[in-house]
Each structure stands twice: as C-alpha cells, then as structure tokens.
C-alpha cells in the first residue's frame, strides 16, 4: 500500500496534466456538438425536404459508424487527399461531430414532445418561425432534454480516452506513455481510472445542481433516465 501511495505521489501530476487536456477536449467537443446538434434538430424537423435528408443521412452516417473509425478516417485517411490534421485538432472535430449526431436527437425528441398547440397558438399571435423556436421551443426544449443530454456530456468524457490512439497527451495517452516507460501498468491505469472516475462524480454533481435548478414541477422528461 505505501509503495502504491509513493507511485501515485510520483505520476499523479502528470496524469493531472493530462486530465486537463481531457476536460478542454470534452467541453470545447461538446459546445461545438451543442451547436451543430441544434442546427441539425431544427433542419430535421422544420427543413424542407432536401435539408431533412440531408441531416437524416448525416445522423445516421455518424451513429452507424465506430467512433474510432470515424478518428482514423481523419487523421489517418485525410492525408492521402493532401489534408493533414495535427493530432489535437483531428481528435476534436471528430469528437465534435459525433457527438453532434447523437445531441440532435436528443434535441428532436425534447422540440417533439412539446405540445403542438403552443406552436398553434405562436402562429395565431403572428410569430415568426425564429420567434417561435426562441421563445416558445427552446426553452423548454432543454429543461425537457437536460437529463438525457447530461448523459452525451459524461459519455464524452469518458470517450475521449480513445484521442490516445492518435497520440494526443490527454488523461489515456500520458497514462500509456507513463506505464510504458516503468512498466507499471496496474498501478497507472488504476490512477488514470479512479481520476476518471472523480472527474464523473464531479461532472454528475454539477449536472445535477443544474438540473434542479431548470427543473419544471409537473413538466414532463424530467426525470433521469436509468
């Protein structure tokens, strides 16, 4: 036990590095996921034809398709096109794009399920489409959506251990290298893990708080899912 505490006093810093790196990946990734996501919610639902297909195909493109696969097609394939990414910014707009496919439909479901009366009503007052989206569905769209929307955010916490293949030094890729080179495996993975695990804990408890403040009494959708 006192060499495993010595061994984490010695690599800690390091891997804390590297969990930096991974929470700057997972939130720029997810804000970018966030905005594409919307985009692609909304074309789906109030695009003509051509843009419903267009965001469909996409969707389903991206959640049919390994995230790993999708990172080696950018990083690895793009270059024999004459486009090469650094690491870092390869890992990002694949991440970025994966989670947006996946944050669309959670958007789809949240805009669905509000009644289509309201929306009545807003064309009957005269709104606009942009009004209506801003005032009426947007709002409650993402009280509806926070709980199962929490979950993509934890999720993508935790995928992006897999920016190691590319050789990025988030949390994943110090703890190989560190283990590499002492031949600690055991003792460093269980470091990166019980950092990984803290950093859910954390992330959980803010997502929470943030929960039961937005938190409608008798809205639908608010309960997290299981």
Known sequence: MGGFIALAGRFLPDLLQGAGV?????????????????????????GGRALHLACTAYIELVRGTPLLVQL?????????????LPPVLAAGIAFGLNT?????????????SI??????????????RFQIIRYIVFPQAMRIVLP?????????????????ALGV?????????????????????LLAA?????????LSSVLGLVER?????????????S
């Open 22 to 46: 991974t929470i700057e990946i997972t939130l720029v990734c997810v804000c970018a996921g966030f905005i594409l996501g919307w985009a692609l919610a909304l074309g789906r639902i109030y």
């Open 72 to 84: 080696f097609l950018l990083y690895f394939g793009l270059p024999d096109v004459g486009l090469v």
């Open 100 to 112: 947006a496919a996946y944050q669309a439909e959670y958007f789809r479901g949240a805009i669905q």
């Open 115 to 128: 009644p289509a009366s309201q929306v009545i009503a807003a064309q009957a007052l005269g709104l606009t």
């Open 148 to 164: 199962a929307w929490s979950n993509e955010l934890i999720y993508m916490l935790k995928y992006s251990s897999l920016a190691f």
């Open 169 to 189: 030094p988030e949390l994943m890729g110090r703890a190989n290298l560190i283990a590499s080179r002492n031949f600690r495996y055991l003792e460093v993975y």
């Open 194 to 202: 019980a950092i990984y695990v803290g950093l859910v804990l954390l």
């Open 213 to 225: 403040r937005l938190k409608v009494p008798g809205l639908a959708g608010q309960g997290r899912e």
